[in-house]
């Protein structure tokens, strides 16, 4: 019998060789050992449009340290120079003037101009749904000269060079444009990583860009690799097989966090949870019903005994991932407020109230909202109803007012570190993502105002405000925001980002050996 | 024989046909407009917006009638052009045929390995009815057949990668990443394969032509391998069609979990996303591998009982 077993052990050794090496071609170098100075990082999401930069992916690349925009972010989220070293309205406040930084090499070797600045600038401009950051604003790239580009736009937009931060407007070299087609950031950008190989979504090979302007990349190679799968990224990192990744599940922060060989981030995003609620149909057309499920509701208990401390308790609409964030911790739940609020709207004993809660399961944390929050309404004397289903389907149904409470899960920033878009779309009366339904004058005038306010100190004035008029008019119930984690093993230099638009990978490097 | 293979070779075709317009109507039913779930798969937090929508519905070439993209895609099908991708707006066959390749040499390798655990643990059981050996694979198969594959890779990781640091954690291209993903999967046929051995196996023991080369002085271990497994291995090769089929679009799982780019991955990401071409090209592929994986099995199943030949 032991020969059977050795031969069978021989064979299916054999199989395994045969088998994987015909794919082992396809995958290319995918599993080639760094080199003494290379990394390998698991990165939780993977390009979603082969890196396209009217998607996502532009931002995924600015992160990756692998193209760069025209302007850049320090920690606050504050335009500092990138491509561009400076930068000034003109005329009527329509146009801006960008001065291109000279000695800008591209990784194929080409040298930054005017003419690459616009190219790139117009391709993404010409697609049928541009990035949100520069969508609609009726955008023209013009050179000036070759060392400077003017960009104007229909109305005048005091954020333009935020909006320029956003990762979805960064240039690559002509060559990338030049057959027409989707640009491929391969061998193609001007960051302090360049792009060798792409393994679709499973990952991607970087090298330190030599000739690159600024300080050059901490590694001399990163391997990435997109795990969408958490608990599958944790496993990767414990058993050494990365040294970098992200989006820890909540259940290993313990283990991670007492770990010696780990350096565990914990940080916060820019993010909310909310309870979102249709003011524009009965029970929740009456701010009293409003104030009551506010009232019934403990975030704090949600944020660190549900959650287990995986997200902060939100008091507003922004947190402490944005200086204008609520830094106070929501009130308690106060259920006799709640049921006094309810009785006054007409609702009680005899006449309870029963709503329907609609969420999704694609963040794991918002079925486990819904059941703790039923579980808390319940005492007030709501009865809830908790329906999980799929999102798409589920969104013409919120935008057409056909339900009472959905969860939601919500960036607060989405290209650029600036919220007007949110509170626009989200809390205006004509808003295309205004779930709740709200509709205020007054609100819709102090967004309208942004577009006059180019002060970074009065823009904070004003989200602070708007976000306090959410928070009194009971339009939601902003639950949690979400806290981000990474963990570095045998690797040094990973810095958090709140805003998470920054770039990541080019600090990273192998930890010294002691 | 070969007159039955040609027979199923002409049913292929209007099979796949029909497949392909249920394929094309299913997607369209899951509810949700489909450009939008294409500006959020490519944008998430993009809102919505009917103008974008609309340059992007003829940008897909969805605002024309049903019918029409139905006729032009089974076209460009028939030509080997299975389209482009919404999401990633790339060629999908290459894309499909790759991650379809990596499911199949996942699927393949499982089946190995399950066959060669499977057959001879199943002989060996039912070789001592109530043996140590019978005892010991019933309880193991037991166990092997609860246990979920999606609790069994991360086990199998705890143990072997982060534990004993003897294999990678995940990831495809190498033997050595190869490995658990393959094993995970190979768990449940094993102990399956082990299980209708066993069964086959007593079940022929028992047949007079058994009997009669046992009586002619065979000795027991020539008794089981000549006479008696290969007859017990007609329910085990019915079986292997079916798996290797649906683990080419099925092993979502340990593709998922083992981070493997597999095609399950990319269809339960396509169907997420309202990738339509990507979803028909896929779900086309997995049925025209079953039913050849099908038709090969019958065809070896009468090779190994001439009684099932018409």
Same mark, same amino acid.
């Not at chain 1, 509701?297 to 902060?312: C, H, I, K, P, T």
């Not at chain 1, 990474?486 to 050996?513: M, Q, S």
């Given at each position: 019998?032991?020969?059977?077993?050795?031969?069978?052990?021989?064979?299916?050794?054999?199989?395994?060789?045969?088998?994987?090496?015909?794919?082992?071609?396809?995958?290319?170098?995918?599993?080639?050992?760094?080199?003494?100075?290379?990394?390998?990082?698991?990165?939780?999401?993977?390009?979603?449009?082969?890196?396209?930069?009217?998607?996502?992916?532009?931002?995924?690349?600015?992160?990756?340290?692998?193209?760069?925009?025209?302007?850049?972010?320090?920690?606050?989220?504050?335009?500092?120079?990138?491509?561009?070293?400076?930068?000034?309205?003109?005329?009527?406040?329509?146009?801006?003037?960008?001065?291109?930084?000279?000695?800008?090499?591209?990784?194929?070797?080409?040298?930054?101009?005017?003419?690459?600045?616009?190219?790139?600038?117009?391709?993404?401009?010409?697609?049928?749904?541009?990035?949100?950051?520069?969508?609609?604003?009726?955008?023209?790239?013009?050179?000036?000269?070759?060392?400077?580009?003017?960009?104007?736009?229909?109305?005048?937009?005091?954020?333009?060079?935020?909006?320029?931060?956003?990762?979805?407007?960064?240039?690559?070299?002509?060559?990338?444009?030049?057959?027409?087609?989707?640009?491929?950031?391969?061998?193609?950008?001007?960051?302090?990583?360049?792009?060798?190989?792409?393994?679709?979504?499973?990952?991607?090979?970087?090298?330190?860009?030599?000739?690159?302007?600024?300080?050059?990349?901490?590694?001399?190679?990163?391997?990435?690799?997109?795990?969408?799968?958490?608990?599958?990224?944790?496993?990767?990192?414990?058993?050494?097989?990365?040294?970098?990744?992200?989006?820890?599940?909540?259940?290993?922060?313990?283990?991670?966090?007492?770990?010696?060989?780990?350096?565990?981030?914990?940080?916060?995003?820019?993010?909310?949870?909310?309870?979102?609620?249709?003011?524009?149909?009965?029970?929740?057309?009456?701010?009293?019903?409003?104030?009551?499920?506010?009232?019934?509701?403990?975030?704090?208990?949600?944020?660190?005994?549900?959650?287990?401390?995986?997200?902060?308790?939100?008091?507003?609409?922004?947190?402490?991932?944005?200086?204008?964030?609520?830094?106070?911790?929501?009130?308690?739940?106060?259920?006799?407020?709640?049921?006094?609020?309810?009785?006054?709207?007409?609702?009680?004993?005899?006449?309870?109230?029963?709503?329907?809660?609609?969420?999704?399961?694609?963040?794991?944390?918002?079925?486990?909202?819904?059941?703790?929050?039923?579980?808390?309404?319940?005492?007030?004397?709501?009865?809830?109803?908790?329906?999980?289903?799929?999102?798409?389907?589920?969104?013409?149904?919120?935008?057409?007012?056909?339900?009472?409470?959905?969860?939601?899960?919500?960036?607060?920033?989405?290209?650029?570190?600036?919220?007007?878009?949110?509170?626009?779309?989200?809390?205006?009366?004509?808003?295309?993502?205004?779930?709740?339904?709200?509709?205020?004058?007054?609100?819709?005038?102090?967004?309208?105002?942004?577009?006059?306010?180019?002060?970074?100190?009065?823009?904070?004035?004003?989200?602070?405000?708007?976000?306090?008029?959410?928070?009194?008019?009971?339009?939601?119930?902003?639950?949690?925001?979400?806290?981000?984690?990474?963990?570095?093993?045998?690797?040094?230099?990973?810095?958090?980002?709140?805003?998470?638009?920054?770039?990541?990978?080019?600090?990273?490097?192998?930890?010294?050996?002691? | 024989?070969?007159?039955?293979?040609?027979?199923?070779?002409?049913?292929?075709?209007?099979?796949?046909?029909?497949?392909?317009?249920?394929?094309?109507?299913?997607?369209?039913?899951?509810?949700?407009?489909?450009?939008?779930?294409?500006?959020?798969?490519?944008?998430?937090?993009?809102?919505?917006?009917?103008?974008?929508?609309?340059?992007?519905?003829?940008?897909?070439?969805?605002?024309?009638?049903?019918?029409?993209?139905?006729?032009?895609?089974?076209?460009?099908?028939?030509?080997?052009?299975?389209?482009?991708?919404?999401?990633?707006?790339?060629?999908?066959?290459?894309?499909?045929?790759?991650?379809?390749?990596?499911?199949?040499?996942?699927?393949?390798?499982?089946?190995?390995?399950?066959?060669?655990?499977?057959?001879?643990?199943?002989?060996?059981?039912?070789?001592?009815?109530?043996?140590?050996?019978?005892?010991?694979?019933?309880?193991?198969?037991?166990?092997?057949?609860?246990?979920?594959?999606?609790?069994?890779?991360?086990?199998?990781? &705890? #143990?072997?990668? @982060?534990?004993?640091?003897? /294999?990678? $954690? +995940?990831?495809?291209?190498?033997? !050595?990443? *190869?490995?658990? %993903?393959?094993?995970?999967?190979?768990?449940?046929?094993?102990?399956?394969?082990?299980?209708?051995?066993?069964?086959?196996?007593?079940?022929?023991?028992?047949?007079?032509?058994?009997?009669?080369?046992?009586?002619?002085?065979?000795?027991?271990?020539?008794?089981?391998?000549?006479?008696?497994?290969?007859?017990?291995?007609?329910?085990?090769?019915?079986?292997?069609?079916?798996?290797?089929?649906?683990?080419?679009?099925?092993?979502?799982?340990?593709?998922?979990?083992?981070?493997?780019?597999?095609?399950?991955?990319?269809?339960?990401?396509?169907?997420?996303?309202?990738?339509?071409?990507?979803?028909?090209?896929? &779900? #086309?592929?997995? @049925?025209?591998?079953?039913? /050849?994986? $099908? +038709?090969?099995?019958?065809?070896? !199943?009468? *090779?190994?009982? %001439?009684?099932?030949?018409?």
């Amino acid at each position: 019998m032991s020969y059977v077993l050795r031969s069978l052990v021989v064979a299916v050794s054999l199989l395994l060789l045969a088998g994987c090496s015909t794919s082992a071609t396809d995958a290319t170098d995918a599993t080639d050992a760094p080199d003494e100075q290379g990394i390998r990082v698991a990165l939780q999401f993977p390009p979603r449009a082969a890196y396209a930069f009217d998607a996502d992916d532009g931002a995924l690349l600015t992160k990756l340290g692998v193209a760069e925009p025209l302007v850049g972010l320090d920690p606050q989220g504050n335009p500092v120079p990138g491509l561009a070293t400076s930068w000034a309205r003109e005329g009527d406040g329509r146009t801006w003037r960008f001065a291109l930084r000279d000695g800008v090499v591209f990784h194929d070797g080409a040298r930054l101009d005017s003419a690459a600045v616009v190219t790139a600038l117009n391709w993404v401009l010409s697609r049928p749904s541009p990035p949100r950051s520069i969508a609609d604003l009726g955008m023209r790239v013009a050179a000036d000269g070759p060392g400077a580009v003017r960009v104007s736009t229909d109305a005048p937009d005091p954020v333009l060079p935020l909006r320029l931060s956003s990762g979805t407007t960064s240039v690559l070299s002509p060559a990338a444009y030049a057959a027409g087609a989707q640009p491929s950031p391969q061998d193609t950008g001007t960051g302090p990583l360049r792009m060798t190989e792409i393994r679709g979504t499973q990952g991607a090979t970087l090298r330190r860009h030599d000739a690159y302007w600024g300080p050059p990349a901490a590694s001399s190679q990163v391997t990435v690799d997109y795990v969408t799968e958490p608990q599958t990224r944790e496993l990767a990192l414990r058993s050494g097989d990365v040294g970098f990744t992200e989006g820890l599940p909540e259940t290993s922060r313990a283990s991670l966090q007492g770990d010696p060989d780990v350096r565990f981030s914990e940080y916060p995003s820019a993010r909310t949870v909310l309870l979102q609620l249709n003011g524009s149909a009965a029970p929740f057309d009456d701010v009293r019903v409003r104030r009551a499920v506010t009232a019934a509701l403990d975030r704090n208990v949600l944020a660190d005994q549900v959650l287990g401390g995986s997200a902060a308790p939100a008091a507003d609409l922004f947190g402490p991932a944005v200086p204008y964030g609520a830094t106070t911790a929501p009130p308690a739940a106060d259920v006799p407020a709640a049921r006094a609020l309810l009785a006054e709207a007409g609702y009680g004993p005899q006449n309870a109230l029963r709503v329907r809660l609609w969420t999704f399961p694609n963040r794991p944390e918002l079925p486990v909202l819904a059941s703790a929050i039923a579980a808390q309404l319940q005492p007030a004397g709501i009865a809830v109803d908790i329906t999980l289903g799929d999102y798409a389907a589920q969104e013409p149904e919120l935008l057409a007012g056909r339900f009472d409470m959905f969860i939601n899960s919500r960036s607060y920033l989405s290209d650029f570190p600036d919220p007007a878009g949110v509170l626009d779309s989200d809390y205006t009366c004509d808003g295309s993502y205004n779930i709740d339904r709200y509709c205020s004058s007054a609100f819709d005038a102090s967004v309208a105002g942004l577009g006059a306010v180019e002060d970074p100190v009065q823009r904070a004035e004003v989200f602070r405000a708007a976000a306090a008029t959410l928070t009194a008019d009971a339009v939601n119930v902003p639950l949690v925001h979400p806290q981000n984690t990474a963990a570095e093993r045998g690797v040094t230099g990973f810095t958090p980002d709140p805003l998470d638009l920054r770039p990541v990978l080019p600090t990273l490097a192998p930890a010294p050996v002691e | 024989m070969l007159a039955v293979a040609l027979r199923r070779l002409l049913w292929i075709p209007p099979v796949l046909l029909v497949t392909s317009v249920a394929v094309f109507v299913l997607p369209r039913l899951l509810g949700g407009e489909v450009t939008r779930s294409v500006v959020r798969a490519r944008s998430a937090s993009s809102t919505p917006d009917p103008a974008t929508e609309e340059r992007l519905e003829r940008e897909l070439g969805l605002d024309r009638p049903v019918a029409t993209q139905y006729l032009d895609w089974l076209v460009g099908a028939v030509r080997g052009d299975l389209g482009t991708s919404f999401t990633t707006r790339s060629p999908v066959g290459p894309e499909i045929l790759a991650a379809a390749g990596v499911s199949l040499v996942l699927a393949a390798l499982a089946l190995t390995i399950a066959l060669a655990v499977g057959v001879p643990l199943g002989a060996l059981a039912a070789g001592r009815p109530d043996g140590t050996a019978d005892r010991a694979t019933r309880w193991g198969g037991a166990v092997a057949l609860a246990v979920p594959e999606f609790v069994l890779g991360p086990v199998l990781v &705890l #143990v072997v990668a @982060v534990g004993a640091g003897w /294999l990678p $954690a +995940l990831g495809w291209g190498s033997p !050595q990443e *190869a490995v658990l %993903p393959v094993l995970t999967l190979a768990v449940w046929p094993a102990a399956l394969v082990a299980r209708l051995v066993r069964a086959e196996t007593a079940e022929v023991l028992g047949h007079p032509s058994v009997r009669t080369a046992q009586a002619k002085g065979l000795s027991p271990r020539r008794t089981l391998l000549v006479h008696v497994v290969p007859r017990a291995l007609t329910s085990v090769v019915a079986g292997a069609g079916p798996f290797l089929g649906g683990t080419l679009g099925g092993a979502v799982v340990v593709e998922v979990v083992f981070a493997v780019p597999g095609l399950g991955r990319s269809l339960a990401e396509a169907v997420g996303d309202r990738d339509l071409p990507v979803i028909q090209a896929g &779900l #086309v592929l997995v @049925v025209a591998v079953a039913l /050849l994986a $099908a +038709l090969v099995t019958e065809l070896a !199943q009468m *090779a190994a009982d %001439p009684r099932l030949r018409p």
